[in-house]
């Protein structure tokens, strides 16, 4: 399944789950945010599930003058979409 169903999937169990729409829609942002940033450094191909790609991308956050609390909401939401992934059996860890 590509990407972006995943994530509307995502999103959609989200809204399902009564989530407001400014939760859901910050969710979007920072997972489109990632993804952009994957495309942007031609790491959108292969295994960009493995922790050194997520280091990666919250390393480059930080360098780009983000504060602590941004990068930490960036990795709040991948945590929370990757668990989703697992949860839902779409990947194994």
């Given at each position: 399944?590509?990407?972006e169903k995943l994530l509307a999937l995502f999103l959609a169990s989200h809204v399902s789950a009564g989530h407001?729409?400014?939760?859901?829609?910050?969710?979007?942002?920072?997972?489109e945010r990632f993804f952009h940033?994957?495309?942007?450094?031609?790491?959108?191909?292969?295994n960009w599930l493995q922790p050194e790609v997520i280091?990666?991308?919250l390393a480059a956050s930080r360098r780009e003058?983000?504060?602590?609390?941004t990068?930490?909401?960036h990795y709040r939401a991948l945590?929370?979409?990757?668990a989703w992934l697992v949860l839902r059996r779409y990947i194994d860890r």
């Amino acid at each position: 399944m590509d990407v972006e169903k995943l994530l509307a999937l995502f999103l959609a169990s989200h809204v399902s789950a009564g989530h407001t729409p400014s939760t859901v829609e910050w969710y979007r942002y920072q997972m489109e945010r990632f993804f952009h940033w994957l495309v942007t450094n031609k790491l959108h191909t292969g295994n960009w599930l493995q922790p050194e790609v997520i280091e990666l991308y919250l390393a480059a956050s930080r360098r780009e003058g983000n504060e602590l609390a941004t990068v930490a909401g960036h990795y709040r939401a991948l945590s929370a979409f990757f668990a989703w992934l697992v949860l839902r059996r779409y990947i194994d860890r």
